[in-house]
């Protein structure tokens, strides 16, 4: 199993000024997502070389915001990125593109129903907590497994990153909002003898 996972979350991306539910569409990264990204990746490879390793891999989700953070990545500090499609964010159905307020104006009951209980009702048309965490959990596990030690990087989302650290700080993954995932930022996590130890969260990158 890998030794180190880097697990970042993409860059800004295009039309951030106002708070929306992106989940599957396909935002493109900004200008300014890059440079949070370029930050990161050197702060990740001064990390690697204090530690004397290497990226073997970086691994992303298909959605072009991940998908050309970690080829930003890969050009600073790893080899070419390879896409997984199950690491996408979670599909808010009819609710994507839309505010909050939009959202609770047009289908109040069902919001309140969703986040009093993410685990269990999903965004009309959309995935529960439950359905998403099950998928990255799958897909997560084969990445884990493909490397014999060594240090890997994930570059995914904002619901994906926080599943995943719910799963390896131990935590019931109804506290799933409270893991705070910046853009850019990098959480590390290290695997001595199996039993996972998050070592950095949330570091760097842009709220």
Known sequence: ????????RHGRTEGDGEKRYKGSLDIPLAPEGEEEIRRTAEFVRADLEKAGHE????YCSALKRAKRSAEVLSSIVGPAPTVIEQLRERSFGQWEGMTFKEIMKKW?????????????????????TTEVSERVD??????????EGGAIAVVAHGGVNRSILCRFMGLPLGKIF???QDHGAVSIIEF???????RLLNYGGTK
């Open 192 to 198: 001595g003898e199996g039993h996972p130890v998050v």
């Open 178 to 180: 409270s893991i705070e």
């Open 138 to 147: 799958r897909a997560l596990d084969e990445i884990l497994e493909r490397h």
């Open 108 to 128: 109040p009951e069902e919001f309140r129903a969703w986040a009093d209980d993410p685990l269990n009702n999903s965004p009309i048309d959309g995935e529960t």
């Open 1 to 8: 199993m890998v030794d180190t996972l880097y697990l970042i």
């Open 55 to 58: 990226l073997a891999a970086v």
